[in-house]
């Protein structure tokens, strides 16, 4: 078992930051890929970044390339996710989620997941 607490969140204007953690206890974290998913009332997930299990591979969806940046300390236990230039847009839950073996943006393939911090971009 591996249970995850995401923080950070907050409301923060347009082109604010702000970071998020993911803490993991449990399992050793280092054997877990971890994905980053948002979601807004009445939608679906939506895979925003995700993190190999060494960290030596990132992947990111288009719409935050190049502003959002997903890193990870295996000593603490911990993913990080920056949100840098902040859209309205960006507005949402955000998850993360830890898996052995998983396509980046296939929720489904994520076996633990956190409950979620809130992001709100005012503009």
């Known amino acids: 078992q591996v249970q995850l607490v995401e923080s950070g969140g907050g409301l923060v204007q347009a082109g604010g930051s702000l970071r998020l953690s993911c803490a993991a206890s449990?399992?050793?974290?280092?054997?877990?890929?971890v994905g980053w998913f948002r979601r807004t009332p009445g939608t679906e997930q939506q895979f925003v970044a995700f993190?190999?299990?060494?960290?030596?591979?990132?992947d990111y969806a288009g719409s935050v390339k190049g502003r959002f940046t997903v890193s990870r300390d295996n000593d603490k236990n911990a993913v990080y996710l920056q949100l840098n230039s902040l859209r309205p847009e960006d507005t949402a839950v955000y998850y993360c989620a830890a898996g052995t073996s998983v396509e980046p943006s296939r929720a489904n393939d994520y076996r633990y997941w956190g409950q979620g911090t809130q992001v709100t971009v005012s503009s």
């Open positions: 993190i190999s299990r060494s960290g030596s591979l990132t």
């Open positions: 449990g399992r050793p974290f280092s054997n877990f890929a």
